[in-house]
């Protein structure tokens, strides 16, 4: 691509050519302008032009007195421009800045290329702002442009609008949002000769969707870019593919062609509508092409995806493109990961762990905790992995989630000689009997006694690393002893099922084991019984919200019986956790009013008996009457393996209960010493602990802090408070490692069956423990996520809907259980779906379809109870 050839004309103070400028140029001419000029030199098909630079600007505002009035304005939030747009448009432009405007303009139009003799040319006046056209922020469409500007006189009242246009209401709230420095902006103007565009629109590097930097998007319509770039109409959109052989057609799909911008022989530009436009051709496959290997070329160039207007010359003008503009595209997602079966497996197993992102100190302790729970098994077989290889982190701030595979060591050889000998050594049917689990529960019972308002700064932190041990002699080790044992019995119930051609029959025969969850769920439903059966409660709990239980309850005896008896539940089962990727979400025991509300909830709507013996049952005596089972070792054999591999669901389960035990101990304990820093005027509130390291805690020996120990502390939390911020609408889980998800056919929703059957009913969503009263029996419960804090709803819900998990979510799990359907994974299901539209689940398939109301109750709900949800729905 040929360079351009030196600056031809005279650069002043106020006047740069366009050639002149590069992406060093920012200060002087702008982003807009410092790009078109970089661009321009290295050979780019670029409008020749000039810029009006900053400097001009500046002694605008100077000659007409205009600083004092922007600093008066912007002394006095909300921050509104039109006083300082009326100061402007009223200002004279210096004579000196207007001369030389005038001249640049002149020899413009004399060049080769221009338009009149007269120097007279049309011209694109645009705005080009320091803060603009930045990898970080684009600030498009922030100022403004016009477009086919012919004459002196013209031009340079388009240029004081130009100015003007910096102080809108939208570029002032823009640069706010983004923190930019109101009195530091400054504004060039670009001035460019009009390209003869019989096509334009914008140019994508990267597909801004989805991410992919194989795929380059282009939207095109005919006459003015205008159209595009404002929204006026619907283009015509274009995806290209990176192909061995160059860029391919992908995509293609005709716009609406709503109008077209068009140029007017004197200047000015107007609107054209009709049906004319349609049967325009459309831009040939062959001026596609080129544009997206200019664009590439132009990425090269810069280093990083851009976002690109462009302009196509007829073939009157040469059938050429022009760029016109080139910024970094921003709030670009990273490019889609790897989406194997395998990646989306390990992120399904793991992203019910993830609905939030874990703060700096959840990463040095919680999450190191949890680790011991599910890494003794890797290590069992030989594997090399860690609960920490999850995260992409920088400065402690986890930016994403990241699959990584565990690794294999020379101890994966030993894998068979170490599982037989577990599986020998440890008797699995006794393995609620291991003295581990009576001695996690007895460390915690000790740590929670004890009053953390009397203990040292060390003391706290050694509580914390007490509770760190927890969840691997809970979870981790029991697993190790135990898990071996149960997956090897599922391995033979299978092998047997499969041998009776009754292989469908699994997933049935291992549900309805009893668990910790399910133990939660029945004492929920006895106290909500109680208060049902009483109607002094029944009366003060239906009549207050469930944030103001607790303090009505204390006021009547009878509420003061049933709080003892809610502080005996939540003393058994209150550190069941809202949220397990932080503890710095309360727990139940921290926020009763979240089991209240489940309480209240449950009151307003008697659970429905069983219609018959478990499913499981049923599912066995079936297979025993198979001509095989009529053996009795094999007999023998099939009801042992039946016993044991049920205990798998069981051993997860309840070792994820006694693993939480945890939670309420870092929380309080943190919290505490969060006061403390908050006391003494290092953090602005006790929660902002969680955005320091456990390291930094530990540095901390004593009270008042050194000064420099005291600053390092605070800017350790305002620097990932922010950079906290700036993740808040990035999902920690990459939500293209399920694909599946989303409508497909007649569906609403697609996902990954979790639990088997078909339901209808109302959706409901929920989106956190704040709303689980919300929910009505025969209610479609549509979740973000799920773990064991929401099962509680499943005896309810019709049928369950949630944005993550899979087949071996606790969801799904308990969805199984009580015999409602589920379907994981859809992605997008509490943005899909509505409040209150009817929908048919079909959780053996995965999808969710519209279904039409029925006109009486569903088949096993209660027909008042029915009637009264529907009243609230």
Known sequence: MAKSPPCTITQTPFVAPLECLSKTSLELAGGKAANLGELLRAGFPVPTGFAVTTTAYEQFVVYNGLDETIAQELRAPPVGGAAIRDAFQAGAIPPEIEQDIRKAYRQLGQSPAGHSPSGHSPVAVRSSATAEDLPEAAFAGQQDTYLNILGDDSLLEAVRRCWASLWTDRAIAYRDRQEVDQKMVKLAVVVQRMAAAEFAGVLFTANPVTGRRDEILIDANPGLGEAVVSGLVTPDHFVLRRQVWGWQIAE?????????????????TQHVTGAAIARIPALPDRALRRLARLGSAIQRHFGSPQDIEWAWAGPRAGGRPY????????????????????????????????????????????????????????????????????????????????????????????????????????????????????????????????????????????????????????????????????????????????????????????????????????????????????????????????????????????GRVFLAELEAFLDRYGHRETVISTTLQPTWKDAPAVTLGIIKSFAAYPPQPPAGPPAWQAARDEVLQSPLLRFAPLRSVFLKSLEEARLLIQIREDTHFYATLAMPLFRRTFLEMGGRLAAAGYLEAPEEIFHLKFSELERVSGFPLPPDRAAELAAAVQRRKKRRSSLESTPLVDPRLFPHGGPSGDALLRGMPGSPGVAEGPVRIVRDGAEFGRLAPGDVLVAPYTNPAWTPLFQRAAAVVVDTGSLASHAAIVAREYGIPAVMATVSGTQTLQDGEWVRVDGSQGTVVRAAPPTSPPAGVNPTDWAQGTQTR
């Open 252 to 268: 293609r799909r005709a716009g609406k062609r709503e109008a077209m911008v068009q140029a007017l022989a004197g200047g000015g």
């Open 323 to 558: 760029i016109l503009q080139a910024r970094p595209m921003t709030a670009l997602p990273g490019p889609p990961p790897a989406t194997s079966l395998a990646h989306r497996m390990l992120a399904n197993n793991f992203v019910e762990m993830l609905p939030s992102r874990p703060y700096p100190l959840d990463l040095d302790t919680w999450m190191e905790a949890l680790g011991g729970a599910v890494e003794p098994i890797f290590d069992l077989v030989g594997l090399e992995w860690h609960l920490s290889h999850l995260f992409d982190v920088e400065d402690g701030v986890v930016l994403g989630y990241h699959a990584r595979f565990p690794r294999p060591t020379w101890r994966t050889l030993l894998t068979p000689v170490r599982l037989v000998s577990n599986i020998l050594r440890y008797r699995l049917l006794q393995w609620r009997s291991d003295p581990l689990i009576a001695e996690t529960l007895a460390r915690a019972r000790q740590l929670e006694s004890r009053d953390l308002r009397l203990l040292s700064w060390d003391e706290l932190l050694a509580a914390a690393r007490a509770a760190q041990e927890i969840p691997f002699l809970a979870a981790g080790e029991i697993r190790r002893r135990y898990f071996p044992g149960a997956a090897y019995a599922a391995a033979r119930l299978r092998v047997l099922l499969a041998l009776m051609g009754r292989a469908n029959l699994f997933g049935t025969l291992v549900s309805g084991v009893e668990n910790k969850t399910l133990e939660m769920n029945r004492a929920l439903e006895e106290l909500a019984h109680k208060v049902r059966s009483d109607p002094a409660l029944s009366h003060i709990v239906g009549t207050h919200p469930a944030v103001a239980l607790g303090s009505a309850l204390e006021q009547d005896p009878a």
